[in-house]
Nanobody, 118 residues
Framework: QVQLVESGGGLVQAGGSLRLSCIVS????????VGWFRQAPGKERRFVAA????????VYGDSVKGRFTISRDNAKNTVYLQMNTLRPEDTAVYYC???????????WGPGTQVTVSS
């Protein structure tokens, strides 16, 4: 069973940056596609970014394109989300996800809170 644990969330001012990390275990990391989702209070969980097993394909949600970057370090079993130029509307719980393909991410971490103040 794949297990994921996020870290790196916190409080940041608008315009600032944060880097989220997610350590993945339970299965060979290189066989997994990975991604990030977020859920703001009172809203549905929404897609943020995804990265294929090889790292050759990346996909971003429209609201984060050009500001967020997803990456992976297979040696560390870790996926990252670099978030720059943060906005108050980026405030949410951020969830790491993994799966067989970036279109089928079905294992989830418990989430980490990101709060952006104006």
């Amino acid at each position: 069973q794949v297990q994921l644990v996020e870290s790196g969330g916190g409080l940041v001012q608008a315009g600032g940056s944060l880097r989220l990390s997610c350590i993945v275990s339970g299965r060979s990391f290189s066989t997994l596609a990975v991604g990030w989702f977020r859920q703001a209070p009172g809203k549905e969980r929404r897609f943020v970014a995804a990265l294929s097993r090889t790292g050759g394909t990346t996909v971003y949600g429209d609201s984060v394109k050009g500001r967020f970057t997803i990456s992976r370090d297979n040696a560390k079993n870790t996926v990252y989300l670099q978030m720059n130029t943060l906005r108050p509307e980026d405030t949410a719980v951020y969830y790491c996800a993994a799966g067989d393909t970036y279109l089928k991410l079905n294992s989830w971490g418990p989430g980490t809170q990101v709060t952006v103040s104006s």
